[in-house]
C-alpha cells in the first residue's frame, strides 16, 4: 500500500498558525460541500484535564505523540518524568510545545523519526487517526513505531462512523483564507478495529470518558528464540534476554 501524501498544507495556513497561537479558536474542518467539523482548539491549547490524564495513565515506557499540536499531552508526560517525544508538521505546533518544556520535532509521522521500532507506547488523540486519509497506512506505520508488544493509545469519533473527505481548515468568522484541501478521515471505534486488524494490531480495551471514545491496541509480542537452537550452556543467558532491547530506554537521542 502506498504511504497518503504527508504534505500538509494547513498545517502552516494563517487560520491554524493564529489559532494555535492565540490558544482559542473558531476554528473548522470544512469538507467540500461545507459541511463544518468544530476543532477544540481551546480545549488543546489548555492543560492536560481528566479525561486525557486517565488515557496517559496507561501509557507504558517511551512515548511517541503523534500531531502532538500544541503540546498539553506531551508536557503532561514529560512533568511525570516519562521519556516522551511530540511530532506535529506544525510550526506553531512544535514551537508552542517546546514553550511548555516538552520535546517535540517538525516532522510528519511517514517520514523517519527517531526509534523506530522501539517506543513503548504511541498516541493518535484529538482526531489524528484521520492523518493523511488512509487509517490502514498510519496504523500500519504506527504499528512499524512500536516495540514489540507496544501499545497504541487512540482517540475515536464520538459515533459510528468512517469517513474520507477532502477538506481545509477555516475560521468563519474573519476574511482568513483557509488553507489548501487535503486528505483527513474520520473513523469511530468500530471502522478503526477493523483496519487495524489488518494491520497486526491488536485491541485490548476500549472506553468513553468525558464525551470522548477511546481504544487500545498492541503490537504482537515477538516470539522468542527456539530453544533447540541454543547452543549447549547458554540456555540460561539467552533465555534472560528474550525480548529485551537494550536501547528502548534512550528513542530521543537517536535524533
Given at each position: 500500500m502506498s504511504a497518503p501524501v504527508t504534505t500538509a498544507p494547513w498545517a502552516n495556513a494563517d487560520p491554524y498558525a493564529l489559532a494555535l497561537r492565540a490558544g482559542r479558536g473558531p476554528l473548522f474542518l470544512r469538507r467540500a460541500d461545507g459541511w463544518l467539523l468544530p476543532l477544540d482548539v481551546e480545549r488543546w491549547c489548555a492543560g492536560a484535564d481528566a479525561v486525557d490524564r486517565a488515557v496517559l495513565d496507561r501509557c507504558e515506557g517511551t512515548v511517541l505523540d503523534v500531531g502532538c499540536g500544541p503540546g498539553r499531552l506531551v508536557a503532561e508526560?514529560?512533568?511525570?518524568?516519562?521519556t516522551v517525544l511530540g511530532i506535529d508538521v506544525s510550526e506553531a505546533a512544535v514551537d508552542r510545545t517546546e514553550r511548555l518544556g516538552?520535546?517535540?520535532l517538525r516532522r510528519s509521522v511517514f517520514e523517519p523519526l527517531p526509534a523506530e521500532g522501539r517506543w513503548g507506547s504511541v498516541l493518535?488523540?484529538?482526531g489524528n487517526i484521520g492523518i493523511g486519509?488512509?487509517?490502514?497506512?498510519?496504523?500500519?506505520?504506527?504499528?512499524?513505531?512500536?516495540?514489540?508488544?507496544?501499545l497504541l493509545l487512540a482517540e475515536t469519533a464520538p459515533v459510528d462512523v468512517e469517513e474520507h473527505a477532502q477538506v481545509q481548515v477555516v475560521d468563519v468568522t474573519s476574511d482568513a483564507r483557509g488553507g489548501q484541501r487535503?486528505?483527513?478521515a474520520r473513523l469511530g471505534t468500530e471502522a478503526l478495529l477493523r483496519h487495524a486488524a489488518l494491520t497486526g494490531l491488536v485491541p485490548v480495551a476500549q472506553w468513553a470518558a468525558g464525551g470522548r471514545r477511546f481504544a487500545a491496541l498492541r503490537t504482537r509480542r515477538a516470539e522468542p528464540a527456539?530453544?533447540?537452537a541454543e547452543p549447549a550452556n547458554s540456555a540460561a543467558v539467552i533465555s534472560s534476554q528474550w525480548g529485551r532491547n537494550p536501547e528502548a530506554d534512550r528513542p530521543v537521542a537517536d535524533r
Amino acid at each position: 500500500m502506498s504511504a497518503p501524501v504527508t504534505t500538509a498544507p494547513w498545517a502552516n495556513a494563517d487560520p491554524y498558525a493564529l489559532a494555535l497561537r492565540a490558544g482559542r479558536g473558531p476554528l473548522f474542518l470544512r469538507r467540500a460541500d461545507g459541511w463544518l467539523l468544530p476543532l477544540d482548539v481551546e480545549r488543546w491549547c489548555a492543560g492536560a484535564d481528566a479525561v486525557d490524564r486517565a488515557v496517559l495513565d496507561r501509557c507504558e515506557g517511551t512515548v511517541l505523540d503523534v500531531g502532538c499540536g500544541p503540546g498539553r499531552l506531551v508536557a503532561e508526560l514529560a512533568g511525570r518524568g516519562h521519556t516522551v517525544l511530540g511530532i506535529d508538521v506544525s510550526e506553531a505546533a512544535v514551537d508552542r510545545t517546546e514553550r511548555l518544556g516538552g520535546p517535540a520535532l517538525r516532522r510528519s509521522v511517514f517520514e523517519p523519526l527517531p526509534a523506530e521500532g522501539r517506543w513503548g507506547s504511541v498516541l493518535l488523540m484529538d482526531g489524528n487517526i484521520g492523518i493523511g486519509g488512509d487509517p490502514r497506512a498510519l496504523l500500519a506505520r504506527v504499528a512499524g513505531l512500536l516495540a514489540p508488544g507496544g501499545l497504541l493509545l487512540a482517540e475515536t469519533a464520538p459515533v459510528d462512523v468512517e469517513e474520507h473527505a477532502q477538506v481545509q481548515v477555516v475560521d468563519v468568522t474573519s476574511d482568513a483564507r483557509g488553507g489548501q484541501r487535503f486528505p483527513w478521515a474520520r473513523l469511530g471505534t468500530e471502522a478503526l478495529l477493523r483496519h487495524a486488524a489488518l494491520t497486526g494490531l491488536v485491541p485490548v480495551a476500549q472506553w468513553a470518558a468525558g464525551g470522548r471514545r477511546f481504544a487500545a491496541l498492541r503490537t504482537r509480542r515477538a516470539e522468542p528464540a527456539s530453544r533447540s537452537a541454543e547452543p549447549a550452556n547458554s540456555a540460561a543467558v539467552i533465555s534472560s534476554q528474550w525480548g529485551r532491547n537494550p536501547e528502548a530506554d534512550r528513542p530521543v537521542a537517536d535524533r
